[in-house]
């Protein structure tokens, strides 16, 4: 099994800025793509950024230029730098792997982002 525990979230201002992290454990394989989605009240779960194990990174329109992903893999764990924050960032952030032959999700609980104006 894999585990996913989030850590960084919380409260800031409009235009702050916010580091998520995202360290995994268990049956994690060395090729896998680690990443975040969010989810805001009453939407649907979206992408934000993702980054492969060699570092091939895919972002969100509304993440472009403002967010940057990373990962350490010896540590396991994939990070999100969230810069110019907005009240529209606010949201549940939601760590993902994807990983093996049949591309499977694996999904940790979450930390809540919350942007004032």
């Known amino acids: 099994q894999v585990q996913l525990v989030e850590s960084g979230g919380g409260l800031v201002q409009a235009g702050g800025s916010l580091t998520l992290s995202c360290a995994a454990s268990g049956n994690i394989v060395s090729r896998n793509t680690m990443g975040w989605y969010r989810q805001a009240p009453g939407k649907q779960r979206e992408l934000v950024a993702t980054?492969?194990?060699?570092?091939?990174?895919v972002y969100a329109d509304h993440a472009k230029g403002r967010f940057t992903v990373s990962r350490d893999n010896a540590k396991k764990t994939v990070y999100l730098q969230m810069n110019s924050l907005k009240p529209e960032d606010t949201a549940e952030y939601y760590c993902n792997v994807r990983q093996g032959y049949y591309a499977v999700d694996y999904w940790g609980k979450g930390t809540l982002v919350t942007v004032s104006s």
């Open positions: 980054i492969t194990s060699g570092g091939n990174t």
